[in-house]
């Protein structure tokens, strides 16, 4: 079966950095998305990495191993409203996004 | 420019009653995707349009139905509702279901089923 695993839930200091990892097992790979959910509301777009290595923007970087089946998601000088969940999404072989159960942010003051 | 709309916002419906779920996209994206997310689970997929005219099935499609008769809209049915369809039911688009194309998603509809 296909399987993406994700931390349940993290607790990070305010000015802090996070790193929010992502293991996945799938049917074919084509892409890997990172998506921010603020309670009540809809996903946001945040990442998408195809090709080992590092995508960094602005505050927010995210890193690929396709080999490892891993990635995760680093978010540096945390502020409060980065308070929410992270969604760790995979393409599959037939072009549908295979999602984890997503990693609820704590940022403390 | 709206992006994705959804309608209604929240809804409770007795078991056994048929509803419909609105959604519509005025980003010209040609596919659309229906998702359900509940608690402790990953967003889920019921059906998809890879373009006007088409549809597909997801991984939890049974008691949904789509039509996508043109481009902005993509309507969900329940055609007899049960407690177990209880969940927040997210709409989405892209350009097209090619690597890289991102979803965008509109705000989400809270359905109670009693």
């Known amino acids: 079966g296909q399987n993406i695993d994700q931390p349940t839930e993290m607790t990070a200091t305010e000015g802090a950095i996070v790193q929010i990892n992502c293991t996945y097992q799938t049917s074919g790979f084509n892409g890997l998305f990172w998506y921010q959910q603020h309670a009540g509301e809809a996903p946001t777009f945040l990442s998408y990495n195809v090709l080992d290595g590092l995508e960094e923007k602005g505050r927010f970087s995210s890193f690929l191993s396709r080999s490892k089946g891993y990635s995760y998601l680093l978010l540096k000088e945390l502020q409060m409203k980065d308070s929410a969940s992270y969604l760790c999404a995979v393409l599959d072989s037939n072009y549908q996004l295979i999602w984890g159960a997503g990693t609820k942010l704590i940022i403390k003051p | 420019i709206a992006g994705i709309t959804q309608a209604p916002t929240s809804q409770i419906l007795a078991a056994g009653r048929r509803m419909t779920l609105r959604c519509t996209q005025d980003?010209?994206?040609?596919?659309m995707y229906w998702y359900r997310q509940d608690l402790g689970l990953g967003l889920r997929l019921i059906h998809y349009?890879?373009?006007?005219?088409?549809?597909g099935k997801g991984e939890v499609p049974d008691g949904y139905s789509v039509s996508r008769a043109n481009t902005d809209d993509f309507p969900l049915t329940l055609a007899s509702a049960v407690p177990s369809q209880t969940s927040v039911y997210f709409c989405?688009?892209?350009?097209?279901?090619?690597?890289?194309?991102?979803?965008?998603f509109g705000p989400g509809t809270r359905l109670t089923v009693l």
């Open positions: 349009s890879n373009t006007a005219g088409t549809t």
């Open positions: 989405a688009s892209s350009d097209s279901t090619s690597s890289g194309d991102t979803q965008y």
């Open positions: 980003m010209r994206h040609n596919a």
